[in-house]
Every structure is written in C-alpha cells, then in structure tokens.
C-alpha cells in the first residue's frame, strides 16, 4: 500500500493550481489529491470548485458518482471486490456479503487492523471470478480462505 501525506491545505492549493489549466481538469484534480492524501478532503472542495468556476455541489457530485474517490483515509491494505455481472454470476454476491461478515465492516469500510473493503466494477478477470485485488495485486477464484492468504501475504 503506498504511504500517503497527512492532509495539508496548502500542499492541496498547489495541487489544484498545478492541475487548473487542464481541459477538464476536476478529475485530474481530483486524482492528484488522492495520489498525495490518499482521499480527497472535504477542505479540498471549495479551493477546486473556486479554481475552476464550479458550484461545491458540481465538485461533490464528481467525487461521489466515482467510486474510486475516498472521502476518507483508507485503511494500511486495500480489498477491492469485484461487482461486476460475470463475477456475480459466480457468486460473489454471497461472498461478498460472507466477506463483510467476517470483517464486520460496510462497502468502503476499514476494519479495526486497518483493511479498506471496496466494492469495484469489473478488474477484467471474468473467466475468474469471483475477483478481487488486494493491495492491487489481483486474486482469481476468491473464496473467504484465499482472501485471508492473500491479505497474510501482504502484510508480510
């Protein structure tokens, strides 16, 4: 898992600067920000939404229709589970709800030994679903056991 900066407001108005001369750039923006902080601030909505013209709830709206964007810090390890159709035809649906059990956590939630649960659409390993990625190395055939090997494995 990469380390990220602790939030900093003035690092975060030289994020955007950098960035606001793009075409289009509230995702590349947005990118940025997660890249250094490993989320987007709530403070970081209004200094995007002023550099680029936008209304805060223009900005809010593009971090919350992309799951991708964390409004919070994650967790040390990232689980990332496939929702996509070909692995729901799988059974990941169950497993999933098996998963989230286990961990006692919600979609996007951190355990209490630092586990991020993200729900994702398709990683492109449809012959081998159920699918996930654990701290982005992937995991074909995901059953509850193989997470827990792989998430062993990653905090070694």
């Known amino acids: 898992m990469p ?3 602790p939030w900093n407001a003035s690092r975060a108005v030289g994020i955007v600067s950098d960035h606001a001369h793009l075409e ?3 995702l590349p923006i947005l990118h940025a920000l997660q890249e250094a902080f490993g989320y987007v601030d709530a403070e970081a909505v209004p200094l995007i939404a002023d550099a ?3 209304s805060r709830a ?3 709206g593009c971090i919350s229709f992309y799951h991708d964007f964390r409004a919070h810090p994650a967790g040390r390890h990232a689980v990332k589970l496939c929702r996509a159709e070909a692995c729901q035809a799988m059974g990941s ?3 999933h709800g098996e998963i989230l059990s286990r961990f006692q956590v919600g979609w996007h939630g951190t355990t209490a030994d630092g586990v991020t649960v993200e729900p994702v659409y398709c ?3 449809c012959a081998n679903g159920p699918a996930a990625l654990v701290d982005g190395e992937p995991v074909a055939h995901l059953t509850i056991d193989g ?3 792989a ?3 990653s905090r070694a």
């Open 3 to 5: 380390s990220y900066e």
């Open 24 to 26: 289009g750039a509230t």
């Open 52 to 54: 680029l013209n936008l």
């Open 58 to 60: 223009e900005v809010h």
């Open 93 to 95: 649906d169950r497993l």
């Open 123 to 125: 990683l492109g390993l």
């Open 147 to 149: 997470l827990e090997a």
């Open 151 to 153: 998430l062993a494995e």
